[in-house]
């Protein structure tokens, strides 16, 4: 079993950054994949940024090159760092981790941002 939390929303600024972090209480080190997605209110959930054990990494278009997701094993935290913030951007954030064929979902963090 593996738990998930993230941390690091907030409002900000458009044009600012932010950098969320999700720390799990289990080890993450042999996990297939970790993931960002979001969900604004009334839109489906979307990923935005994916990360393999290999370390390749894709992103939603509609961040790229204002986004970066990160991994550190030894911590058990992927992060997301997210620069030149859109206020199109704004909605709840969640971490998702896929461990021997389960997705392990967080409970979320709020990230607005403002015009």
């Known amino acids: 079993q593996v738990q998930l939390v993230e941390s690091g929303g907030g409002l900000v600024q458009a044009g600012g950054s932010l950098r969320l972090s999700c720390a799990a209480s289990g080890s993450i080190f042999s996990s297939n994949s970790m993931g960002w997605y979001r969900q604004a209110p009334g839109d489906q959930r979307e990923l935005v940024a994916l990360?393999?054990?290999?370390?390749?990494?894709n992103y939603a278009d509609s961040v790229k090159g204002r986004f970066t997701i990160s991994r550190e094993n030894a911590k058990n935290t992927v992060y997301l760092q997210m620069n030149n913030l859109k206020p199109e951007d704004s909605a709840v954030y969640y971490c998702?981790?896929?461990?021997?064929?389960?997705?392990?979902w967080g409970q979320g963090t709020q990230v607005t941002v403002s015009s």
């Open positions: 990360i393999t054990r290999a370390g390749s990494v």
């Open positions: 998702k981790v896929l461990l021997g064929g389960v997705n392990y």
